[in-house]
């Protein structure tokens, strides 16, 4: 939230951040009276940008820029292509279709977004753990944990 946000040099954080916070809620999503999954969310804001579903996985999703990125994915949207989805959009369904970390890992590397993002998932099992790069298109870089090859973390910056 920082990038054009403005910095705020009293309290050293960005504006727009404190702006935010007043409306970030934890969400549990029901279905027949059933916690199905919980989310961190802005009031108002139908997609996901960070979820857990008990005992089975996690995801975040992480802005990633590029020059060819959400302008492009943006205007086929708006001249008629639906076949891309929203960042956020792509993170619900998910919560909502998949019910493992392998189905889920599937629909992260293989839907065609509308920007690029970065996609952490975790799982519930030793070595579940990935960071997915992505383009519009495709999947740019996969990293894995591995803990047998001494892999015991990831760590995602967009630096």
């Not at 970065?118 to 099992?125: C, D, H, K, R, T």
């Not at 383009?135 to 892999?151: A, H, Q, R, W």
């Amino acid at each position: 939230f920082g990038l054009f946000l403005g910095w705020d040099n009293g309290n050293d954080t960005w504006l727009m951040s404190e702006k935010l916070r007043k409306i970030v809620r934890n969400v549990d999503y029901q279905q027949n009276g059933k916690s199905v999954y919980q989310s961190v969310s802005f009031l108002g804001y139908v997609g996901l940008l960070t979820a857990v579903k008990p005992d089975t996985f996690t995801v975040t999703v992480n802005e990633r820029f590029n020059k060819e990125g959400g302008f492009i994915g943006i205007y086929r949207w708006l001249i008629g292509d639906r076949n891309e989805k929203w960042m956020g959009f792509l993170t619900r369904d998910i919560m909502d279709q998949a019910g493992s970390y392998s189905e889920a890992k599937d629909m992260l590397m293989n839907d065609k977004l509308l920007a690029p993002a970065y996609y952490i998932l975790a799982g519930n099992s030793s070595g579940e753990g990935v960071i997915i790069t992505r383009s519009l298109d495709t999947t740019l870089d996969v990293k894995e944990l591995n803990p047998k090859n001494g892999t015991f973390y990831l760590l995602q910056t967009k630096l």
